[in-house]
């Protein structure tokens, strides 16, 4: 559009002259001044576009240097509700167990495991949080003023390992910790920081809300990693273990290419049921 105006003004110019009138020059200097103010803008609004499409990019390669807290690389999301289909929470914990076996089997998966709360997945529905609470360490008591909210997502065994979060110290959770006598958590570095400061949380207690009996046993530590967003703060975060809650998203570390995997994935998580339908998300890199 800012290059239309020069050509019909040199239009009206050439016209113009052509005729000899006395006042074309003044005119010519006229159409001039025009063009070169047309010219002035165009560059201007031209360096703009670039410094933004510069800024841009620059922001895209920050965000993609930037430390997620996990591996990116080859990690497939697939998200099942059983629920949805009238399974129990008793027999939804038996799918999700026969899930993870029939996965793991396959010879091109490096490992596998459940979360309630997918890593970057965008499979919750829009404006979904984590479920949170207040959570108190044992033998002390939160003042009013203080806020100790945590955030909670139920993992199976294996989860920490399929997605590359690191364990700092202690322990993963086993099969045994399911039961509902199982009283056990792991914290995130962010958790573990507002819980108990500077001091080891192996082996100490944690507990709902802001004073009162703390049942559970704090039995790993494992680094901060993202949830919602690439640029969020990092979520004081307690993992539980899963109890045949539902949905979860099953994550998947794949030994290549995990676009070469997933159709398989897909169809071990329907396993026998052709009534669950499975939906996948694009790998977590994307």
């Known amino acids: 559009v800012a290059g239309l105006g020069p050509i019909l003004q040199l239009g009206r110019n050439s016209s113009a002259a052509l005729r000899g009138g ?70 939804s914990a038996i799918f999700f167990d026969q899930l993870l076996q029939r996965v793991r089997a396959q010879k091109d998966v490096k490992a596998a495991g459940l979360a309630s709360h997918g890593t970057l997945s965008g499979v919750l ?38 997605v590359g979060i690191s364990l ?19 914290l995130n570095e962010a958790a573990a920081q507002l819980l108990f400061g500077i001091q ?18 704090v039995i790993g530590l494992v680094e901060d990693a993202k949830y919602l967003s690439v640029r969020e703060a990092p979520l004081p975060t307690v993992y539980l273990p899963s109890r045949g809650s539902s949905p979860m998203t099953l994550h998947v570390k794949a030994l290549a290419n ?20 499975p939906f996948h998300v694009p790998p977590v890199e994307a």
């Open 22 to 91: 006395a006042g074309a020059p003044n005119l010519t200097r006229r159409r001039i001044d025009a063009r070169d103010t047309l010219t002035v803008v165009q560059i201007a609004l031209a360096m703009l576009l670039a410094l933004g499409a510069g800024l841009f990019a620059r922001t895209l390669q920050n965000l993609e240097s930037m430390d997620m807290g996990f591996d990116r690389d080859n990690i497939l999301l697939v998200s099942v509700d059983p629920a949805r289909s009238g399974y129990t929470s008793a027999r």
């Open 125 to 162: 529905p829009a404006g979904t949080r984590f479920m949170n609470t207040q959570m108190h360490a044992a033998g002390t008591v939160t003042q009013a003023e203080e806020d100790r909210t945590v955030h909670s997502n139920f993992v199976s065994p294996g989860y920490f390992e399929a």
């Open 168 to 186: 700092l110290r202690g322990r993963d959770f086993s099969k045994t910790d399911s039961g509902e006598g199982a009283n056990v958590a792991i």
């Open 200 to 217: 080891d949380p192996i082996g100490r207690r944690i507990g709902q809300g802001r004073q009162g009996p703390a049942e559970l046993e």
């Open 258 to 277: 995990p676009s070469s995997t997933l159709r398989t994935i897909e169809r071990e998580g329907q396993g026998p049921d052709a009534t669950l339908p």
